[in-house]
C-alpha cells in the first residue's frame, strides 16, 4: 500500500535527522572547546597576557569532566540528580575558564544545550540563566572590564541575554515536544498499517474463499435452473407427446381421432423444441416475449384445454401490469407445472385459475376439481413421472422471496396457491 510506503519513508527520514542531531550534539564541545583554547592562547599578542597555568589546567579538568559524563557514559543520562551534578560542574569550570579570558564565550554556548539534554522542568530554564550570566561575562570584555563605574552592563546584558536565550529555549522545547508527538504519531502508524496489512492479508484469503464459494453456488444455481427449465419445458413436453401418442395408438381405428392426437403431439413437439432452445440461452418462455402474463397463462390454460379436453378457466383480479421478468417466468411456469400434473394425476372434469393483483403481492391460485391426494405423503424422487414438479415450483417460487402452499385430499380435488412480491420491471429481484 502506498500508505504504508509514505509512513515508512518519515520513519527513516525522521531516523535519519535525529541521528545526525545526536552525532552533531555529541561532539560539538570539543570543537567550541577547541576555538576557546586557541583564541585564548593567542591572546597575548594583541592583549594582555593570559594566566596559562589555571587555563590549562581548567581546560584540562574541563575536558574529562565532559568526556567521563557526557561522552564515555551516556548509561548515566537517564540520571536526572546525576547529570544536575554534571550540569553544575560544567558551569563551575566553564566561569572559571571565562573569568580567566573571554574567549570562552564560545564554549559557554554548550551550556544552553546540555542545560536542554540533560535538565528536567523549571531546571532548564535555571540553567539558561546561569549560562547567560556567565555569557555575559564574555560579551561585556570579561571579568577586567566589570568596574564600578560600568558593573550595570553586566547584569543588563545578563538579563537581556536571559530573556532571548529563555525565547530561543522555549521554542526549542516546543519543537522537541512536538517531534516526540511526531514520532509517537509515527509509531501507532506503523503499529495501524502493520494491523491494516494483517487485516488485509486476513481478506484477501475471505475474498478467495467467497469467490469459490460463490462460483460454487453459482454452478448449482444454474443447475438448478437448467433442471427447472428442463423439467417446464423438456420434460412436460415429452409426457405430452407420449400421451398424445398413446392415445393415437388407442384409438387406432378411428382416423380422425388418432389425426387429432398425432397433430397435438406434432404440436407440442415444436413447442418443446423452441422452448428448449430459449432455456439453453437463458432467454424467457416464447408465450411471454408474445404476450402479457395473464394473455400468456390463459393461451396456456387454453391449449391445454384443447388437447386434454378438459374445462380450464382464467380470471384475472385487480390491477393487471408488467412485473420482473422473474416474477412472470415463475407464474407461468407454476399454471403449466399446475396444468400438467392436473393432466396426469388428477382426472378432473375443470380447472379454474385465478390470478391476482395486489399492491404488493401476486398470486396464482390453481384449483381442480380432481381425485385428489394427501399432500404429506413423500413421493420417491426417482419416479418415472419425476417427483421433481411441486419441488421445482417451491424452489422456483422461494427464489423470489414468495411461497407456495399446496391444498388437497383424496377425493376433494386440488388447491395450489402461489404468492409471490410484485416487483415491478426495472427492479433488482
Do not use: C
Amino acid at each position: 500500500m502506498r500508505v504504508v510506503g509514505v509512513e515508512a519513508e518519515l520513519r527513516e527520514e525522521f531516523d535519519r535527522w535525529e541521528r545526525k542531531e545526536t552525532a552533531v550534539l555529541k561532539v560539538l564541545p570539543y570543537p567550541l572547546l577547541a576555538v576557546s583554547v586557541v583564541f585564548a592562547l593567542l591572546q597575548p599578542l594583541w592583549d594582555a597576557p593570559v594566566h596559562l597555568p589555571g587555563l590549562l589546567g581548567l581546560s584540562a579538568l574541563l575536558t574529562a569532566w565532559v568526556l567521563w559524563f557526557h561522552t564515555f557514559r551516556a548509561d548515566l543520562h537517564g540520571n536526572g540528580p546525576l547529570m544536575g551534578v554534571y550540569y553544575v560542574g560544567l558551569v563551575v569550570l566553564t566561569a572559571g575558564l571565562v573569568l580567566l579570558t573571554p574567549w570562552f564565550g564560545f564554549f559557554a554556548f554548550i551550556g544552553y544545550v546540555h542545560a536542554f539534554q540533560y535538565l528536567k522542568g523549571r531546571w532548564r530554564y535555571a540553567g539558561v540563566a546561569v549560562t547567560s550570566a556567565v555569557s555575559a561575562v564574555s560579551y561585556v570584555g570579561g571579568a577586567d572590564n566589570i568596574t564600578a563605574d560600568e558593573w550595570w552592563k553586566w547584569p543588563a546584558v545578563s538579563v537581556l541575554t536571559t530573556v532571548m536565550a529563555t525565547a530561543g529555549f522555549y521554542a526549542d522545547v516546543m519543537s522537541d515536544r512536538r517531534n516526540h508527538r511526531q514520532k509517537r504519531a509515527l509509531a501507532e502508524l506503523h503499529r495501524a498499517n502493520t494491523e491494516l496489512e494483517a487485516a488485509l492479508a486476513e481478506n484477501a484469503g475471505l475474498h478467495a474463499q467467497l469467490l469459490v464459494r460463490a462460483r460454487e453456488a453459482g454452478v448449482l444455481d444454474e443447475r438448478q435452473r437448467m433442471a427447472r427449465e428442463i423439467h417446464d419445458t423438456l420434460a412436460q413436453g415429452l409426457a405430452g407427446i407420449l400421451t398424445q401418442l398413446q392415445a393415437a395408438e388407442q384409438a387406432s381405428d378411428v382416423p380422425a381421432v388418432r389425426h387429432r392426437h398425432v397433430a397435438n403431439a406434432m404440436d407440442l413437439a415444436r413447442e418443446s423444441l423452441v422452448e428448449a432452445r430459449r432455456t439453453v440461452h437463458a432467454v424467457g418462455p416464447s408465450a411471454l416475449a408474445e404476450a402479457r402474463l395473464p394473455d400468456a397463462i390463459g393461451d396456456v390454460a387454453k391449449r391445454w384445454s384443447e388437447v386434454n379436453r378438459v374445462e380450464a378457466v382464467l380470471t384475472t383480479t385487480g390491477d393487471a401490469r408488467p412485473m420482473h421478468t422473474e416474477v412472470e417466468v415463475a407464474l407461468l411456469r407454476t399454471a403449466q407445472e399446475a396444468l400438467a400434473n392436473v393432466a396426469k394425476h388428477a382426472r378432473a372434469g375443470r380447472v379454474a385459475l385465478t390470478l391476482s393483483y395486489m399492491e404488493d403481492l401476486v398470486t396464482l391460485d390453481v384449483l381442480d376439481d380432481g381425485v385428489g391426494f394427501q399432500p404429506d405423503t413423500k413421493r420417491t424422487g426417482g419416479s418415472a413421472d419425476g417427483g421433481f414438479g411441486l419441488a421445482g415450483m417451491r424452489q422456483r417460487v422461494q427464489r423470489l422471496a414468495g411461497r407456495l402452499d399446496v391444498e388437497s385430499e383424496p377425493g376433494g380435488g386440488t388447491a395450489i396457491t402461489v404468492t409471490v412480491p410484485a416487483i415491478p420491471v426495472g427492479s433488482t429481484s
